[in-house]
């Protein structure tokens, strides 16, 4: 596969048994909200799992390729932008029974979310996988 041209617009975040979102925080989230003139209230929306799985297996391969670049699991710096591989590498080293989940990441009131990644109206991997930022608004 060929990663150069992968260009996908989607959040992924780790999720406890209780419906506990295990995320890291970067300063760069609180900079986007303040660009968009919303709060810096969180939220998640999950794709559907049809569209999860996709994004799993797209990003498989890289994901493994990228651990051994840093020498292995536990040695993956938690970076903005990486979400996915940030995830795995939380689920693989400290929260074993976590969820992945990939879906939409949102900051503001509800109500008043500007969806940053990913849209919760997407149903479909190409959308995800294609992104529109040009057209995201806030609902």
């Known amino acids: ?20 979102i295990i995320d890291p925080h970067f300063p760069a989230y609180d900079m986007i909200a303040d660009m968009r003139g919303v709060s810096h209230e969180k939220h998640y929306h999950p794709a559907n ?21 840093f020498g292995g699991v536990d040695k993956v710096p938690m ?22 989940v990939a879906g939409s990441l949102g900051f503001g009131k509800k109500g008043q979310t500007w969806w940053e990644y990913g849209d919760p109206n997407w149903d479909k991997f190409c959308q995800f996988r294609n992104g529109v930022a040009t057209q995201q608004k806030a609902y």
């Open 49 to 69: 799992q049809l569209v999860q799985d996709c994004i799993g297996k797209t990003l498989g391969d890289l994901t493994w390729k990228m651990i051994a670049f």
């Open 1 to 20: 596969m060929c990663y150069s041209n992968l260009s996908m617009d989607f959040h992924t975040w780790l999720e406890m048994p209780d419906g506990t």
């Open 79 to 100: 970076r903005f932008g990486f979400c996915f591989l940030n995830a795995f590498a939380l689920q693989q080293t400290k929260y074993p029974n976590a969820k992945m």
